[in-house]
């Protein structure tokens, strides 16, 4: 089983919360790996935390990328730990649009796109138990995967393809140039 994150490795994305869950998650899970996709200034000491826990061979930074929805096709989980700062995140929306269903913290626009337990699962922020426990549902029950991912894929259709985007925008400001009396 390949869980994915993609963010920048800054703080506030929260690396650090899922490697800790990550290591307990990876001494029941033989065939678990994580896939770090994103730079950033914590990469060393993001390394660094993963060989003193013993799962550097598990986990595998692939750094700054140009084909993030190949590498989604290639996974069975998206995760975003975020701790805080957190817009309409556009990693987990790719997410959706391939399929994969996702485990994200409740903070931002996250809860607008992920409804918990049908597309994927909402988690405290900081909590890496938390994190551990929705990620270990998911990776037990690949049947749960597939209907999550489904589920996701038509949250993203019926929400956020970049035609909808563009009416939502367009819809708004239309609105906003009628209530200023300029159309």
Partial sequence: VRITVVASLVENKGHAVLLAAFHRLAMLQADLELWIVGDGPLRQSLERQTDAQGIGNRVSFLG?????PRLLDCSDIVVLPSLYREGLNLSLIEAMSRARPVVATSIGGNKELVEDGVNGFIVTP????????KLGILIADE???QTMGLAGRKRFEERFTAAIMIDK????YHSLLITRGIV
Avoid at 126 to 133: T, V
């Fill in 64 to 68: 700054q990328r140009d084909d993030v």
């Fill in 126 to 133: 900081g909590d890496a138990a938390d994190l551990e426990a």
């Fill in 143 to 145: 049947d749960l995967r």
């Fill in 169 to 172: 925008i367009s819809a708004l």
